[in-house]
């Protein structure tokens, strides 16, 4: 009876050392991350660099992807690549892949960051504008994960999905955005459980973050909603650990969001009301 407590600090001590992100996880592996010329994925871009990763990154801008590999390289990272074109161009999501294997002939992680610029207001009928954040959003994620399994099926790999609790539960006036996440947990849930069927050893995780202080989003959301964002370059931080410790899913802000996800299963008409109360309604534009 005596040994109880002392095995339960032997378990914790294991639990928690195992939670732990060491750097020395990162170095030298090879990593792209999309969408990195700003917000979240140019954060994620600095922290791998200073782990001393090999980094590619993409977005469409060129000049700014070209300041995030001069300051990769400045930080330490093993090497720092760009590859720049839009996402909506259907060829892109193999080229760069194939960028990947020409520098480094394999792949260790493949993270999915880029979104389409969208809207927050009352939806619109506007059709066209769904078609294309599916091709950015949820489309692109597909083909660039098809392009890099069998580099990454050959390393052990990762692939991490960066998504929203927009993806998981209903928050008003994102619709076009929120269905491409949705869509992204349908899609990648269901290929987890393939490859897990299939033993094959490269893991999935979904990246469920709640509001986050990037440019786009004070831009898009700031006037909107009442809760204060957390901070870009730890949520980064805690995408690259969640990846490399092979978790399932992550939630950054963890306690808001485990709660929510929570209450989304047996009390959604709660939830849904909460989560209306979030928003300056009034401040919403209709079209
Ligand atoms: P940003 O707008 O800062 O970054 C988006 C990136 O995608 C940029 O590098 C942008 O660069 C690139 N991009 C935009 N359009 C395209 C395109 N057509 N083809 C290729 N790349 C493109 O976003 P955040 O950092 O705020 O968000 C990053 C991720 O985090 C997203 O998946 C988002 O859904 C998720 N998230 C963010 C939250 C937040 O509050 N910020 C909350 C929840 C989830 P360029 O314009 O040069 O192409």
Request: hydrophobic share 45%; aromatic share 10%.
């Amino acid at each position: 009876k005596s040994l109880v407590p002392f095995v339960g600090l032997i378990l914790a001590l294991w639990f928690y050392s195992k939670d732990d992100l060491k750097p020395e996880m990162l170095k030298e592996k090879r990593v792209i991350v999309t969408g990195a010329s700003t917000g979240i994925g140019e954060q994620m871009a600095y922290h791998l660099a200073w782990m001393g990763a090999h980094i590619l990154v993409t977005a469409r801008t060129e000049a700014k992807l070209q300041k995030v590999v001069t300051q990769c390289l400045e930080l330490g990272a093993a090497s720092a690549h760009y590859v720049n074109g839009s996402m909506e161009d259907p060829t892109l999501a193999d080229d760069v892949v194939k960028r990947a294997k020409q520098l480094w002939g394999g792949l260790d992680m493949l993270i999915l960051n880029h979104i389409s610029p969208t809207y927050l207001k009352y939806f619109d009928g506007d059709v066209e504008h769904i078609r294309k954040l599916l091709e950015v959003n949820f489309l692109s994620y597909v083909a660039m994960t098809l392009s890099a399994l069998p580099m990454l099926k050959e390393s052990g790999g990762s692939i991490l999905v960066v998504s929203s609790t927009a993806g998981k539960f209903a928050i008003p006036f994102v619709a076009p955005y929120s269905a491409t996440k949705f869509a992204l947990d349908g899609f990648f849930s269901s290929l987890r459980q393939e490859l897990i069927i299939e033993k094959v050893n490269v893991s999935i995780t979904l990246c469920v973050l709640g509001h986050i202080d990037t440019e786009t989003a004070k831009k898009t959301v700031g006037h909107v909603f009442w809760l204060p964002p957390a901070p870009k370059e730890e949520c980064a931080l805690e995408i690259i650990k969640g990846g490399a410790l092979r978790k399932r899913e992550l939630y950054y802000q963890y306690f808001a969001v485990r709660t929510s996800l929570l209450i989304r299963d047996w009390a959604p008409e709660y939830l849904d009301s909460r989560t209306r109360n979030h928003f300056i309604v009034e401040n919403v534009k209709r079209s």
